[in-house]
Nanobody, 116 residues
Framework: VQLVESGGGLVQPGGSLRLSCAFS????????MTWYRQAPGKERDLVAT?????????KYADSVKGRFTVSRDNAKNTVTLQMNSLQPEDTAVYYC?????????WGQGTQVTVSS
């Protein structure tokens, strides 16, 4: 399994970005998919999770509730994080994470910088 994130960049406060994570491998639909982020000098924190299967459930960190939306397309093997109303404190490297039973994979990360 390989995970490749894309969509990061520089955005002004209040702006939006859409991150994507492309999953290469089999049985994407069976994996719970999670976005994490890590700011300089800080720990890696959970941002949003979407569970496996068609009836996916979502969970968000309190700091992004109402601003970020996680979704998945099992036909395209992708998970997306729509980020609105971005603030400087959202600046971090964003990572995609896939888990299924004992299997556990990380992407390489994509930088998101929110600055005027």
């Amino acid at each position: 399994v390989q995970l490749v994130e894309s969509g990061g960049g520089l955005v002004q406060p209040g702006g939006s970005l859409r991150l994507s994570c492309a999953f290469s491998g089999f049985t994407f639909s069976m994996y719970d998919m999670t976005w994490y982020r890590q700011a300089p000098g800080k720990e890696r924190d959970l941002v949003a999770t979407i569970t496996s299967g068609g009836g996916s459930r979502t969970k968000y960190a309190d700091s992004v509730k109402g601003r970020f939306t996680v979704s998945r397309d099992n036909a395209k093997n992708t998970v997306t994080l729509q980020m609105n109303s971005l603030q400087p404190e959202d600046t971090a490297v964003y990572y995609c994470h896939a888990t299924f039973l004992e299997y556990d994979y990380w992407g390489q990360g994509t930088q998101v910088t929110v600055s005027s």
